[in-house]
């Protein structure tokens, strides 16, 4: 079956450094979204990529989608201690199914 | 606007117990249901999706099982609890055609 995988499971930052985490499925995706989860919090939507080698940014946040549509990436500059928290990227993997499957995620600290 | 209602938010119950979780979802029609798990400090693993009421797609095998008797309500049930299903479990929610999920708060479930 479909499998995401990220990388790395951890990353630990000095505050002010910059951050990214890699996503990879085994199988091609229609779209990419990615989520925050706090500690102790559930995940929220942070943003969905359709189109492949799709760039957007929000704030220090910087969203990729590869051109083959099977790979992403999340890069947050400047880290900040309100980044804290587990990055999840998520896909569907073609069109017509309905089956959202999750990355295995990165848990993200900041060293003050 | 639309919101999920998901409990209760921590239960701690003994194996061999039964389990019965409920999540509902108010202010869209027809939404797709998801149950996923989570072990601590893990990701996001799918046990469950509906595209409608009555229809369940089971992603893992195990000793649960979901129903969808209304159609913004989704049921978790096992009838035995095993110390492996310890865990947080995420109802989230998403219009159809690919979009973003929306999650629950979540249930803190632990089997002693």
């Known amino acids: 079956g479909q499998q995401v995988m990220q990388i790395p499971q951890y990353q630990h930052v000095q505050e002010g450094e910059d951050f990214t985490t890699y996503c990879n499925s085994s199988?091609?995706?229609?779209?990419i979204q990615w989520y925050k989860q706090r500690p102790g919090g559930h995940p929220v939507f942070l943003i969905q990529?359709?189109?492949?080698?799709e760039v957007k940014k929000q704030k220090r946040l910087t969203f990729q989608f590869g051109e083959a549509k099977k790979n992403s990436s999340l890069h947050i500059t400047a880290t900040q201690t309100t980044d804290v928290g587990t990055y999840f990227c998520?896909?569907?993997?073609?069109?017509?199914?309905?089956?959202?499957?999750f990355g295995t995620g990165t848990r993200l600290t900041i060293i003050p | 606007s639309q919101t999920i209602h998901q409990w209760p938010a921590t239960l701690v119950q003994p194996v061999g117990s039964p389990l019965s979780l409920e999540c509902t979802v108010e202010?869209?029609?027809?939404?797709?249901l998801y149950w996923y798990r989570q072990a601590a400090g893990r990701g996001l693993q799918l046990l469950f999706y509906?595209?409608?009421?009555?229809?369940i797609s089971s992603e893992v095998p195990q000793n649960l099982s979901a129903s969808r008797p209304q159609d913004r309500q989704f049921i978790l049930s096992s009838k035995k609890l095993l110390l492996s299903d310890s865990g947080f479990y995420l109802c989230?929610?998403?219009?159809?055609?690919?979009?973003?999920?929306?999650f629950g708060q979540g249930t803190r479930l632990t089997v002693v």
């Open positions: 199988t091609t995706l229609s779209n």
């Open positions: 989230a929610w998403s219009v159809r055609e690919w979009a973003e999920a929306f």
């Open positions: 202010g869209t029609s027809n939404p797709n």
């Open positions: 509906s595209v409608g009421i009555g229809q």
């Open positions: 998520a896909g569907y993997p073609n069109f017509g199914n309905e089956k959202l499957t």
């Open positions: 990529l359709v189109k492949s080698g």
